[in-house]
């Protein structure tokens, strides 16, 4: 399975950016798929999750702020955000959870930096 993200790059506070992320490869139709992020110093946190039924969660430091959709017909995952902030610089990583087989699937990180 690989994973190719894009949409990245420079945006000033308050501006929007769409991530996707295309994938390819075989996995199980049980699947969550989702960004993450990783700050310079931190932890990679969640930013957003998409099961394969539709369900979705975010993190609560971008609640009302991004929407995460996905598109199997075009084996892509999108993250919409908007309102971004200075504390959202960072490195943004697509991740596909097979749930059947527990196997974690990474894009390469892509840059966001929100700055004026």
């Known amino acids: 399975v690989q994973l190719q993200a894009s949409g990245g790059g420079l945006v000033q506070p308050g501006g929007s950016l769409r991530l996707s992320c295309v994938y390819s490869?075989?996995?199980?139709?049980?699947?969550?798929m989702g960004w993450y992020r990783q700050a310079p110093g931190k932890q990679r946190e969640l930013v957003a999750r998409i099961a394969s039924n539709g369900g979705t969660n975010y993190a609560d430091s971008m609640k009302g702020r991004v929407t995460i959709a996905r598109d199997n017909a075009k084996k892509t995952v999108f993250l919409q955000m908007n309102s971004l902030k200075p504390e959202d610089t960072a490195l943004y990583y697509c991740?596909?959870?097979?749930?059947?087989?527990?196997?974690?699937?990474w894009g390469q990180g892509i840059q966001v930096t929100v700055s004026s």
């Open positions: 490869g075989s996995f199980s139709s049980f699947n969550v």
């Open positions: 991740n596909i959870v097979d749930v059947v087989r527990q196997i974690n699937y």
